[in-house]
C-alpha cells in the first residue's frame, strides 16, 4: 500500500521558517515527480513547487524565491524549505507523488500537515 506522509507543519512568526518532509513507503513504480500543493479553508487547492526526476522544478509565483524544493531519490522523500513566511502561506500542505507503472500513471497524495503562519 502506497502511503505519503507528511511532517514538520506546525505554527510559526511571520518571517519564519519551517521545513516539510514528505516520506514515503509501499512505492513499487516509477515516480517521475514529486511536489507540495497546499489549500487554504475556501479555496482550491494550488501547486507549491514541484520536482521532477531529472531536477526540473516548478514552483508558484507566490513563492517569490522564498520556498525551496529538494528530493531523496533513492528513499522517495520531498522536502520543502519555507522561508519569510507569511500569514497568507497558511494552509494544509499536501505532498504529492507521480509515477508510471506499466504505462499507467499514478499518482498519490498524503494526508497534509497544517501549516499556521501567525504573531
Known sequence: QVQLVESGGGLVQPG?????????????????????????????????????TDDHTNYADFVEGRFAISRDKAKNTVFLQMNSLKPEDSAVYYCNAQGLSWGTRLEYWGQGTQVTVSS
Not at 32 to 49: D, N, S
Open 16 to 52: 519564519g521558517s519551517l521545513r516539510l518532509s514528505c516520506a514515503t513507503s509501499g512505492i513499487s513504480f516509477y515516480i517521475y515527480a514529486m511536489g507540495w500543493y497546499r489549500q487554504a479553508p475556501g479555496k482550491q487547492r494550488e501547486l507549491v513547487a514541484t520536482m521532477t
